[in-house]
């Protein structure tokens, strides 16, 4: 092994000849960020042998933090290698040199980490190398961009890696932080949370940051600046800026983007092109239509939102109050959107989230299709004082009975049947378990 990638290896995994050092690494690490314990579901099956083990996601989602957390609990330290370091990612550009530099310095029980392997400049064709080179080490390989780690060698990873894909807090995370509080206190400080998410968004250093503004203004430059201009090359970094910006104000709208390149000035495929590394990149989710197989149906144009309510407040450049947001019904939408994303399992074709509109414009926000039936979702950003129900609810309660139908709103508690259907009014708190 080179000297100096050894030397470096030694400096940044002290815990290889120290082997306590682990523990205390994580306490430092994980104490001074205050933290708070992560839910990534498609991990509970890892390890998968054979295969590599990519944990993926928007940057500063704490992949990273809660990776290392999780091999502390079940198994031997692991061997980090951080990509960011540029002798390390020099020596990753070849899976023969690394296979050969791991064996010299740890043994097969001993987990393999790579991090931050956008920096890579293949890291997709590194980790194949590695699994089919014979690694015996459980290979763990974290990213901020699903797009570099995925996409670029989707085919040659097929069958040869598990993929957990890692959110911003969620507020069934966060409410975890409450259960020793008597149920009227706990009930409080959840809704206290939902309103926080909603304004300032789930990356854990803005949530719980005194001052988030900064925080977030920091994270979105890094996203447009260092993400979109350094690692993808974008060539139009104005059009680009001002694309996030118009999904931004166009929040829960129908995508037009032919609209969209001509107030860019770039072409229509640029503009394809640019949506779909933001959704990669995990900044902003499609949500595509439902179709029951109702003739009166829009079946084709999808919706976009960002993925982390802080990103679009910044963009807004407006963190006011609720009751002083003229765009409270987008915002609040959005926040919904995102948190029944992340309760959505990977692993369930079906459990997607779409949105159902009529050619009459009757629309319902959003339609999740689960094993044990239809849930929709109307979003109200009002204090609503009685519990009524809009046209286009009834109109798609009698066409699809739906297992339930929620009214989220600010205030509202209350149930009813219609038909089959249970209809229930919730406020914002109720996204912690939307699907109880």
Request: hydrophobic share 40%; aromatic share 8%; proline share 7%.
């Amino acid at each position: 092994m080179d000297p100096q990638v050894l030397a470096i290896i030694r400096a940044t995994n002290p815990w290889l000849e120290r082997p306590r050092a682990f523990g205390a690494h994580l306490d430092q690490k994980l104490a001074a960020s205050e933290w708070i314990p992560r839910t990534v579901p498609a991990m509970s099956d890892w390890p998968v042998a054979g295969k590599a083990h990519l944990l993926v996601g928007a940057r500063q989602v704490g992949k990273s933090s809660h990776l290392l957390r999780w091999l502390g609990r079940v198994g031997p330290p692991p061997l980090v290698l951080n990509a960011e370091e540029p002798t390390i990612r020099a020596w990753l550009g070849s899976p023969a040199l690394v296979l050969d530099g791991v064996r010299s310095v740890v043994t097969a029980d001993r987990p393999v980490v790579i991090e931050e392997a956008q920096h890579v400049a293949d890291a997709g064709l590194l980790t194949k190398g590695l699994i089919d080179y014979g690694l015996p080490n459980a290979l763990y390989v974290t990213g901020s961009s699903s797009f570099h780690l995925l996409s670029k060698t989707r085919e040659s990873l097929a069958g040869r890696a598990a993929r957990a894909l890692m959110h911003p807090l969620s507020l069934a995370e966060l409410s975890g932080r409450h259960a020793h509080f008597p149920p009227a206190l706990r009930a409080a400080r959840v809704a206290d949370d939902a309103v926080r998410l909603c304004l300032y968004g789930g990356y854990p250093d803005a949530f719980r940051a005194n001052e988030p503004i900064p925080v977030l203004t920091r994270l979105l430059e890094a996203f447009v600046l260092r993400d979109a201009s350094d690692l993808f090359r974008i060539r139009h970094l104005d059009a680009f800026r001002k694309l996030a910006l118009l999904i931004s104000r166009q929040t829960g709208q129908l995508v037009n983007t032919a609209e969209w390149a001509s107030l860019c000035g770039v072409s229509r495929d640029t503009i394809d092109s640019y949506v779909d590394l933001l959704r990669e990149s995990q900044l902003v989710h499609t949500v595509s239509p439902f179709a029951g197989g109702k003739r009166s149906e829009l079946t084709r144009r999808p919706k976009l939102y960002f993925c982390d309510n802080g990103l679009y407040g910044t963009l807004q450049q407006s963190f006011l109050p609720l009751s002083h947001r003229p765009d409270s019904g987008a915002l609040v939408e959005a926040f919904v959107a995102g948190e029944l994303r992340k309760h959505l399992s990977p692993l369930e074709p079906s459990d997607t989230l779409r949105y159902w509109r009529s050619t009459s414009d009757a629309e319902v926000d959003f339609v999740v299709e689960r094993r044990d039936g239809l849930h929709a979702f109307e979003v109200k950003a009002s204090e609503l004082q009685r519990p009524t129900l809009t046209r286009s609810a009834h109109s798609f309660i009698a066409a699809y009975a739906p297992a339930r139908f929620t009214v989220v709103n600010l205030s509202l508690t209350a149930d009813q049947d219609v038909g089959e259907t249970r209809v229930q009014w919730r406020p914002l708190s109720f996204l912690e378990d939307p699907f109880a």
